[in-house]
């Protein structure tokens, strides 16, 4: 992450903790995310697959995007306006962004894969196979997921061939600063997603999502978001739990009430954007 570090100070979520600020500011960012593209001809978008627990704001996120790369409130997918324990993405939907305001068959060279959430228990929310088949390109777009049998070879949701264009270039994990603990048999889950990625190659991050509401001072001022010791433990603990680098994970408040965009929920998601195309851009190139 491009940060310059600093001390900061007391508030109500932590006490005296290192801060560390961007240092670059959004229209950076901004620019690099539009003038990105793939330098392989048989891949024309670098393919994101956002997946974790119920909850953790993937289709916001998938919104949030659009309306950041857009310069104005945009709604690709559906999402839950409350929380629930059984997930609303059903259907795995492949989300392309236009650019501008002009031609609608011009959009920027990345997609994002919204995924059924991880459910506690063996029978509920998407399992880990499908997830594994998704990476390798297999799940066709459209395809309703079954909690309770995966997707196979004869079904008419698996896709015999996937080219490189189909398959997963960067896997994110996505879970919610304000929620309760990750229940043990999701972490089994999440064990799996990443064994299975990690023997693929594809490159791996996570994004914590609703510091706002998990913090006081950050609902107050977005700047805040790495001034807060309990922010930081969320993430200590997150790493922990499932094992990707403290410096894979980062901060992000996804628009939920906004009407307008904001500058400073713009470069958390920049920032975080900007990291994915690194990753997948790399991972792109060498396969």
Do not use: W
Not at 200 to 227: F, R, S, W
Request: overall charge neutral; charged content about 25%.
């Amino acid at each position: 992450m491009d940060q310059t570090v600093m001390v900061g100070n007391v508030s109500s979520c932590g006490g005296v903790v290192t801060v560390c600020i961007r240092s670059e500011p959004k229209k950076v960012d901004l620019q690099y995310v539009r003038e990105y593209q793939t330098k392989r001809d048989d891949i024309k978008h670098l393919r994101i697959l956002l997946y974790g627990p119920v909850g953790a704001g993937k289709s916001s996120f998938v919104n949030s995007v659009s309306s950041v790369l857009r310069g104005r409130m945009a709604n690709l997918a559906e999402a839950s306006a409350k929380g629930s324990e059984y997930s609303f993405t059903k259907i795995y939907t492949t989300h392309k962004i236009r650019k501008g305001e002009g031609n609608p068959q011009t959009y920027y060279p990345l997609v994002f894969n919204d995924i059924m959430g991880l459910e506690d228990g063996s029978g509920s929310g998407v399992r880990p196979e499908d997830i594994k088949l998704a990476m390798k390109g297999h799940v066709k777009d459209s395809y309703t997921f079954n909690p309770v049998s995966p997707l196979s070879s004869d079904k008419l949701g698996y896709n015999p061939e996937p080219s490189a264009d189909d398959k997963v270039h960067v896997l994110v994990c996505m879970f919610s600063a304000n929620s309760a603990e990750i229940t043990e048999s999701v972490l089994q889950k999440m064990a799996k997603i990443r064994e299975a990625a990690s023997e693929l190659g594809i490159p791996q991050m996570a994004m914590m999502t609703k510091i706002d509401e998990a913090c006081g001072e950050t609902e107050k001022n977005l700047k805040n978001v790495y001034k807060s010791k309990h922010l930081k433990k969320k993430m200590t603990d997150f790493s922990a739990a499932v094992g990707i680098p403290m410096n894979r994970i980062f901060p992000v408040k996804n628009y939920s009430e906004e009407i307008d965009i904001n500058d400073d929920v713009d470069s958390l998601i920049l920032n975080a954007l900007r990291h994915m195309i690194n990753f997948g851009d790399d991972f792109i190139n060498k396969i």
